[in-house]
């Protein structure tokens, strides 16, 4: 019995569209695949008149530095980045992350990979720091994030990784701390952390003078975050090298940096 060929030509076609179509198939399943393109690290935000730049990272990513490897502080964004060497490539953003001394020493508890440099701060004392109830950010081993006041942290004897004290804590278990005026007279450049939806690490800076109050709303209304700290006013800086900004002014103490 005869067999019917196809002309070469029609083979070569369909050979071709054959290739188109598994190329296509390639190109769909590739991007099911890697889904859609990751955020950019840091986004600016209005919020009731003022401005303010939010960075996102998640738990694993962030890290605590203070001293270099000598034991003498870092200070400044440009001194860590030196420091970091080649992982400096790799910063989504760094950002100032608690009260310290003159020398740049944190005032209040202070954890790097899980070795406990400053212990847990109880006592009152002056000024935002001791605005109760203050309290402490942390990473825990397992990579779990958590914004939580002094007395809970205190009682719970967390062992994290990553840890630091500041004050006062903005927003606590979705209330606004109990001591802020709606939109207060004190207006300054302020910073602080939250943990939000899905347990996201957000960091924020206004980049307005804004009150205590706005701020602490900004982290619970716009930004979904049931408990924020504040990290500090004034010295408020920012590393965002996908903004191409690296803010420098007043030497910092602690600062929490987001590394991919």
């Not at 738990?59 to 203070?66: C, D, N, Q, S, V």
């Not at 400044?76 to 030196?82: E, G, I, K, N, V």
């Not at 903005?170 to 701390?177: A, D, K, P, T, Y």
Request: charged content about 20%.
């Amino acid at each position: 019995m005869n067999k019917a060929r196809l002309p070469l030509g029609r083979i070569a076609i369909a050979a071709g569209a054959l290739a188109l179509v598994a190329l296509v198939a390639a190109f769909f399943i590739g991007r099911a695949t890697q889904g859609p393109p990751a955020p950019p690290p840091c986004v600016v935000h209005a919020f009731e008149g003022d401005v303010f730049t939010v960075c996102t990272a998640r738990p694993a990513e962030i890290r605590l530095y203070w001293e270099d490897a000598a034991g003498a502080p870092l200070r400044t964004f440009r001194a860590l980045s030196d420091f970091l060497g080649g992982d400096a490539r790799r910063v989504r953003f760094a950002m100032n992350a608690g009260m310290y001394n003159d020398a740049g020493a944190p005032i209040g508890l202070y954890v790097a990979e899980g070795r406990e440099r400053k212990a847990l701060a109880t006592r009152d004392g002056p000024g935002n720091f001791h605005l109760m109830p203050n309290g402490v950010f942390s990473i825990d081993a397992d990579g779990f994030a958590r914004v939580e006041t002094t007395a809970a942290y205190q009682v719970r004897a967390g062992e994290p990784r990553w840890a630091t004290q500041s004050g006062p804590m903005l927003v606590i278990e979705g209330e606004l701390h109990p001591a802020f005026q709606p939109d207060g007279p004190s207006k300054l450049i302020r910073n602080g952390v939250g943990v939000c939806e899905n347990g996201v690490v957000r960091a924020a800076i206004s980049e307005t003078p804004v009150s205590f109050g706005r701020f602490a709303r900004f982290f619970r209304d716009q930004l979904n975050c049931p408990n924020a700290l504040f990290l500090d006013g004034t010295v408020s800086s920012l590393w965002a090298p996908s903004l191409d900004r690296r803010d420098a002014g007043t030497p910092l103490g602690p600062m929490l940096v987001a590394i991919r």
